[in-house]
């Protein structure tokens, strides 16, 4: 039996988490919960899964929540931690051998690499760790002899792909992309998208944060560099390709011209349970493909002149060291703006460039090092949208 730890329980990736472990009660058992702040929901959580030990980030929240199991009388209730300690307390909590890091952006990198070094198998949904501190957190990986499994699910494609075969082999990566909600829009009318248009993604249902990435592209840039640090493939090895019908969800080509790809009908789901059962597949009864009903498979060329954010990654992974992680710090500061109605949408990719160009990248190698980056970038950010 896993014991399985989850790091933002409540956000899209967290409910479809523990929707897999419902599917398999005998394989799966939670041990540790930890959310930013719905408290409903995780009350609804902990009566359903109780798991030992609950975190809520914000710390009112957390004695709300507190209030709340004292009040309903839980048997055996739950122990509450609240800020950065209480994710650390979750991610290294002995009661669970699996952590499932599903929180949204850099907020999920230090409890990641505690979880790591107190010796848990990581299973990795926040892109956004790898992105600002891929570097140490593989390393890490390295010397505490864990595993890390990729839930995005073109990262879970690649993995699936390279299941017995050698590293050297690979010559390419290809990263499929859906092209977003503006893929055949002109840049003149992607200019004057509402946050509400940039919120409606054609194929899946995600968060807020990675719907707008999905919308600028950003998201494949992330994920270019994601695939980099887990993978080791320098950057001019991965390409990426819309495919709009998001049936193929990346590909891998070795050295003998070989393309393998690994497809499926679009549910999250799958990806989440490869990554909790892998080295095993688990029976499972989701919509299976229908190539007839599909149809046709349909690519198109990445455009970097209408999502500026994918050429600005390449452009981070390149120049490299400290430079991700401005990258990462500067969008997720400039995602919140558009959101809020505060900045146009090229806004964000202009704002990236020029935190980015404000910075002199160098070779990090501590944790706080790192964050110290993380900070300045966003405190740059908030500076220049006064
Ligand atoms: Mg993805």
Request: hydrophobic share 30%.
């Given at each position: 039996m896993k014991t399985i730890g989850i790091l933002?329980?409540?956000g899209s990736i967290g409910e479809q988490t523990l929707e897999v472990v419902r599917n398999h009660p005998g394989e799966y058992r939670i041990s540790a919960l930890a959310v930013m702040g719905n408290i409903d929901k995780l009350y609804e959580q902990m009566i359903e899964f109780q798991p030992s030990i609950l975190a809520v980030y914000k710390e009112d929240k957390a004695i709300e929540l507190k209030e709340r199991i004292i009040a309903g009388n839980i048997p055996n209730p739950p122990e509450v931690y609240h800020g950065l300690e209480g994710l650390i307390a979750i991610a290294t909590?002995?009661?669970?051998?699996l952590l499932v890091?599903?929180?949204?952006?850099?907020?999920?990198l230090v409890p990641t690499i505690k979880g790591i070094e107190a010796g848990k198998n990581i299973a990795l949904a926040n892109k956004e760790t790898l992105v600002v501190a891929g570097e140490l957190v593989m390393k890490k990986i390295k010397e505490h002899g864990v595993t890390m499994t990729p839930i995005d699910s073109e990262h879970s494609a690649i993995f699936q792909c390279l299941q017995g075969e050698e590293g050297k082999s690979l010559d390419k990566i290809i990263l499929t992309a859906?092209?977003?909600?503006?893929?055949?829009?002109k840049k003149e009318d992607i200019e004057k998208a509402t946050f509400r248009e940039a919120l409606k993604h054609p194929n899946w249902n995600m968060g807020r944060k990675i719907s707008i990435d999905s919308a600028t592209m950003m998201n494949k840039g992330l994920e270019v560099i994601e695939a980099k640090w887990l993978f080791d493939v320098e950057a001019d090895r991965i390409e990426t390709i819309v495919h709009p019908e998001s049936i193929i969800h990346s590909m891998v080509e070795f050295h003998d011209t070989s393309v393998i790809a690994q497809m499926g009908v679009p549910d999250m789901k799958v990806p989440i349970q490869y990554a909790l059962s892998f080295p095993k597949r688990l029976k499972a009864e989701y919509e299976t493909l229908d190539l007839r009903k599909v149809a046709a498979l349909h690519f198109e060329q990445t455009d970097r002149d209408r999502f500026p954010c994918l050429q600005l990654a390449y452009d981070a992974l390149e120049i490299g060291g400290t430079m991700p992680a401005v990258l990462n710090g500067a969008n997720e500061v400039l995602v919140e703006a558009y959101l809020e109605g505060?900045?146009?949408?090229y806004g964000i990719s202009d704002g990236i460039r020029q935190a980015m160009d404000a910075h002199e990248a160098f070779h990090y190698t501590t944790m706080e090092e790192i964050l110290e980056v993380d900070r300045w970038s966003r405190d740059y950010v908030r500076k220049a949208l006064k």
């Open positions: 933002g329980s409540t909590s002995t009661g669970n051998n890091n599903a929180v949204v952006g850099s907020v999920g859906s092209g977003g909600p503006f893929r055949t829009w505060k900045i146009s949408f």
